[in-house]
């Protein structure tokens, strides 16, 4: 077990703390430097590598303690970065693990740990999408790290046969690219529905761990709460699953390459907009009847049950683009 993290370009004080670390639930710098007889500003080094590489969390209050990540987890997310070096070290990854899930039981303040800075953020997603072995569940909403950016590590999830439900803040499909991305991950099995407006946001992993921002009403999106097995996780499960009940379902077997109408695009467009019947007529300048007979022309054309359905759908078609 010498230099148990060399292949990652870490040393031997590294390795030392990292196992240290694995054989107590938590630990601060001068227990470490007492137990390993290394300088308390080495072992501070030495903690800072191992946090930047995704191997140690720092926890929230006074004074400050450490933990290790989960072996199994925070190994498979290194070997994205480093295949080959990491292949003699995941041969180890089972042994470690069973050392860590022999000090587990946190107590009541080790319940929720603070995540700081986008990389923070990053890597703690990756850590807990390529360790999930059965479900994540997504509530997808602004504020992002990365708009836009395609997430690799659910498709490779969903390629290991882990179970993605996702819950969509409706207006986000309708940016650019925003169907697109929602297109490949329903082509490869993710369950997706959405709703008008979302301000939750957060991710679940097989009902153990969860990432939240550290306020649904704030515009920091490179600060949030790792949030382990507790009352407040089950609530935020319960959450989920009220909102997924309520949201609505996108995907579908409906041919809707067609494009519409340029007469039910206009009603289309007022419709998704929240306009009534009475509204649209007036402004098109047709009969009520009349709107009723293309909206569900409209909705029937796409496949949908209700009229935000329809608007949702519309958007990821790009029927509602500036451009049309």
């Not at 490779?156 to 986000?172: D, F, N």
């Not at 007469?263 to 007529?281: E, N």
Request: hydrophobic residues 45%; proline residues 6%.
């Amino acid at each position: 077990m010498d230099h148990l993290l060399k292949p990652v370009g870490l040393g031997p004080v590294e390795s030392d703390v990292y196992l240290h670390l694995l054989a107590h639930a938590q630990a601060a710098v001068p227990q470490i430097a007492q137990a390993l007889e290394v300088a308390a500003p080495r072992i501070r080094t030495a903690l800072a590598r191992l946090a930047a590489a995704g191997l140690a969390n720092r926890l929230l209050g006074r004074p400050v303690r450490w933990i290790a990540a989960p072996p199994e987890v925070a190994l498979d997310a290194l070997v994205l970065h480093h295949h080959q070096e990491l292949d003699g070290l995941r041969v180890q990854a089972r042994e470690l693990s069973l050392r860590a899930k022999a000090t587990e039981g946190a107590g009541p303040g080790d319940l929720i740990e603070v995540l700081e800075g986008a990389d923070a953020v990053l890597r703690a997603l990756t850590r807990l999408e390529l360790g999930a072995r059965e479900e994540v569940l997504i509530i997808d909403s602004p504020p992002y790290l990365q708009a836009g950016s395609l997430n690799t590590n659910e498709l490779q999830a969903l390629a290991r046969g882990v179970s993605y439900r996702a819950i969509y803040h409706a207006p986000t499909l309708a940016e650019p690219g925003g169907s697109q991305l929602l297109e490949q991950y329903l082509a490869v099995g993710e369950q997706a529905r959405a709703l008008p407006e979302i301000r939750m946001k957060m991710l679940i992993a097989d009902r153990e761990q969860a990432i939240v921002p550290i306020s649904f009403t704030g515009t920091d999106a490179a600060t949030r709460l790792l949030i382990r097995r507790s009352p407040l996780l089950d609530a935020l499960l319960l959450a989920f699953e009220t909102l997924w009940e309520r949201a609505t379902p996108l995907g579908g077997a409906a041919d809707c390459r067609r494009g519409p109408d340029p007469r039910d695009l206009a009603v289309l467009r007022l419709m998704a907009s929240g306009a009534k019947d009475r509204t649209i007529a007036r402004a098109l300048n047709i009969t009520e009847r009349t709107v009723e007979r293309r909206v569900a022309d409209i909705l029937r054309h796409l496949d949908a049950s209700t009229r935000f359905q329809a608007g949702v759908k519309a958007a990821r078609l790009g029927w509602l683009s500036d451009d049309r």
